[in-house]
T-cell receptor, first 110, second 115 residues
Framework: GQNIDQPTEMTATEGAIVQINCTYQTSGFNGLFWYQQHAGEAPTFLSYNVLDGLEEKGRFSSFLSRSKGYSYLLLKELQMKDSASYLCAVRDSSTDKLIFGTGTRLQVFP | GEEVAQTPKHLVRGEGQKAKLYCAPIKGHSYVFWYQQVLKNEFKFLISFQNENVFDETGMPKERFSAKCLPNSPCSLEIQATKLEDSAVYFC?????????????FGSGTRLTVV
């Protein structure tokens, strides 16, 4: 079967660090994507992992462990504008589809 | 263009009416995907195209939903006889290719409200 799990909601304080976890079970695996979605807007691409390890991109980093079916998105030096939903999505190699988790709604407080 | 253009942004239909949504993918992108996003962020895959050809339609409720991607025209998603449960944001995305390394670029969505 196909299943992607993320926490539903998280809160954090401006300037802090937050880690959003994602676990997945898919028939095949061809990469994991993280998207950011502000309310009422389109998802925008944040990061992509296909090999194990950490990918760093400015304040955002993403980690993947294929053997554990696990990824996380790390956001550093949080800003108010980081308040958004963060979507974990896996490209299933058996279907070529992006399968989305339900997203994690992050609220950043001053 | 460099963005996926979806029209209209908002659409209101009475139950039983037809709704038609449009999507112009990024030039050079061969794949188009339609997703339905209902409450709580759940993205449901509907259908994908490789150029004009249906690539995967396993998510389509075939009784009332249909979609096309014709040459030199925006792709379209049509819902005949809309129901209240069709109220959602419909996102179109395009991709240069599929497989390892290729993600999607999303349009800004069409919010369909069925009343």
């Amino acid at each position: 079967g196909q299943n992607i799990d993320q926490p539903t909601e998280m809160t954090a304080t401006e300037g802090a660090i937050v880690q959003i976890n994602c676990t997945y079970q898919t028939s095949g695996f061809n990469g994991l994507f993280w998207y950011q979605q502000h309310a009422g807007e389109a998802p925008t691409f944040l990061s992509y992992n296909v090999l194990d390890g950490l990918e760093e991109k400015g304040r955002f980093s993403s980690f993947l462990s294929r053997s554990k079916g696990y990824s996380y998105l790390l956001l550093k030096e949080l800003q108010m504008k980081d308040s958004a939903s963060y979507l974990c999505a896996v490209r299933d190699s058996s279907t070529d589809k992006l399968i989305f988790g339900t997203g994690t709604r992050l609220q950043v407080f001053p | 263009g460099e963005e996926v253009a979806q029209t209209p942004k908002h659409l209101v239909r009475g139950e039983g009416q037809k709704a038609k949504l449009y999507c112009a993918p990024i030039k050079g992108h061969s794949y188009v995907f339609w997703y339905q996003q209902v409450l709580k962020n759940e993205f449901k895959f509907l259908i994908s195209f490789q150029n004009e050809n249906v690539f995967d339609e396993t998510g389509m409720p075939k009784e009332r939903f249909s979609a096309k991607c014709l040459p030199n025209s925006p792709c379209s998603l049509e819902i005949q006889a809309t129901k209240l449960e069709d109220s959602a944001v419909y996102f179109c995305a395009s991709s240069q290719s599929i497989g390892r390394g290729y993600g999607y670029t999303f349009g800004s969505g069409t919010r369909l409200t069925v009343v």
